[in-house]
Structure formats: structure tokens, C-alpha cells
């Protein structure tokens, strides 16, 4: 979800805290710049920040890609009846542990071995591997490219390219934004008595601010049960590859 709070909203109260609202050190166009740069920051800490839907087509096969303007995949939905946004939705799509069709089918990915049957224009099961972000598996592999699935990414900010432009995050991270932009203000003249360490205090303020947001968000999850366990945390007996 798009944020609502402009460039200038926030270089208001930016201005207001260095005590430069003539921009006499620190004009719009740098504070711009820095805003640009504590969305990225955010969203390195928080991809779910910039989360985006988007229905996809797949490509031959198991092994698969997200958008090139996505950062890292958060999850993949269901299958689709189309790459539009007109779409109609399909199965589910559940995640599973790798490891468990690796034992129970090894040449899954090798559509010469488990032939036509295992490869389908229907997706059922998808892994990935945090270390490979922008990269996912599916099974059964994509028999055509008119195989469509619908994924939830981390999607790169779009830059403000004026201060009359709005945020690419939510608004909730408008109080993290101005502590990381004075940082980097602050940072700047640290050579002055005292602003390393104001610099300092806003950067750790940007960083509870994050990671407090991370703290609540987990908290009132509805995957939370009502003490407070993860439902993902439960321990589920696994699907059969063909399930």
C-alpha cells in the first residue's frame, strides 16, 4: 500500500528538527535524495514494507524468477487464470520443504524422467531458499508459459522525484524516514562538537523504530494463536508430492 505522506510533509518536520527551514545547509534536493535512500533502507529491514501482488507466467519447467522489479519473493498464492488483472483465481499453492520432494521424487525436476504427468499447466506445492531471493521452485513444473501463478513480492521504491511526490512505503514509516534523513544530515557535519552523536541517536531511533514495527506486526498476527504461538510453528504432517 502506497503511502499518502508527501515529500514536502516530511522535509517540513525534517527542516524543523536540523533548524534550517531556509535550507541554508541542507537543501530540498539532497533531503530528497535522503528520503529515496531511507526508503530503500526500510525496505532491506522490512521487504514487506513495499509488498506488492502481481500475477506472473511461468516458465518451462520448476525453476522460476519474480518480476525484475521485485526484490525478493514473500510468497506465491494461487494459481491463475491469466497474467491480468482480470485473472480469475485457481488452486492454492502450499509451501513445502524442498527436502521432502527431493526424497520422495529425486528426478522431479528432470521432465524426460517423471514425464508428462508430473508436469502441468497446475501448480501445486513451491519452495524457496532465503539465500536466493529472487528465485523459486514449483511442483509440478510448468508444462507451457501459459502457466500463471500470483506472488506477493518485495518490490524496489519508486524515488520521489519532486517533493510534491508521495512515498513509495506506507505512512507508518514516515517517523523512521525523518530520523534516518537527519542522520544522514547529521552525519554530514559531523566534524562539529555533538553531531556525531546526534547522529548517532537518530540513526538508533530509525532502527527501534523498524524493528519495533517488526515486533508488533508479529504480535498481532492473525496467523498468531491465542497464546501467542505461530500457527506456522505447529508442527504439520507433510503432503505427499502428488497431493
Known amino acids: 500500500m502506497a503511502g ?13 528538527i536540523l533548524q534550517d527551514p531556509a535550507n541554508t545547509r541542507w537543501s530540498e534536493a539532497e533531503l530528497l535524495r535522503y528520503l529515496n535512500d531511507g526508503q530503500r533502507e526500510i525496505v532491506n529491514f522490512r521487504p514487506e514494507a513495499s509488498a506488492d501482488h502481481s500475477n506472473i507466467a511461468l516458465v518451462v519447467g520448476t525453476e522460476q524468477t519474480i518480476p525484475s522489479s521485485a526484490l525478493r519473493l514473500i510468497k506465491v ?43 502441468t499447466t497446475t501448480v501445486k506445492h513451491y519452495m524457496f531458499d532465503e539465500d536466493d531471493p529472487r ?35 506506507d505512512d507508518v514509516y514516515g517517523n523512521a524516514l525523518i ?3 537527519v542522520y544522514r544530515c547529521l552525519l554530514k ?21 523498524v524493528g519495533a514495527g517488526a515486533q508488533v506486526q508479529f504480535a498481532t498476527s492473525p496467523n498468531q494463536d491465542p497464546v501467542g504461538i505461530p500457527t506456522s510453528a505447529v508442527p504439520q504432517t507433510p503432503m505427499p508430492p502428488g497431493a
Open 179 to 181: 530520523d534516518y534523513v
Open 4 to 16: 499518502t505522506l508527501t515529500g514536502a510533509n516530511l522535509i517540513l518536520r525534517i527542516e524543523d
Open 77 to 119: 498464492v494461487r494459481n491463475m487464470s491469466a497474467a491480468g488483472g482480470s485473472a480469475t483465481g485457481k488452486r492454492a499453492i502450499s509451501l513445502v520443504d524442498m527436502d521432502i520432494i527431493d526424497a520422495q521424487e529425486p528426478d522431479w525436476h528432470d521432465p524426460t524422467v517423471t514425464g508428462d504427468a508430473a508436469h
Open 189 to 209: 557535519d559531523a566534524e562539529f562538537a555533538g553531531n556525531a552523536q546526534r547522529a548517532g541517536s537518530h540513526y538508533q531511533l530509525f532502527m527501534a523504530s
Open 135 to 169: 528465485r523459486f521452485y514449483v511442483y509440478p513444473g510448468a508444462s507451457t508459459t501459459s502457466t500463471f501463478v500470483e506472488v506477493v513480492t518485495s518490490a524496489n521504491p519508486t524515488d520521489l522525484s519532486s517533493t510534491s511526490s508521495t512515498i513509495y512505503i
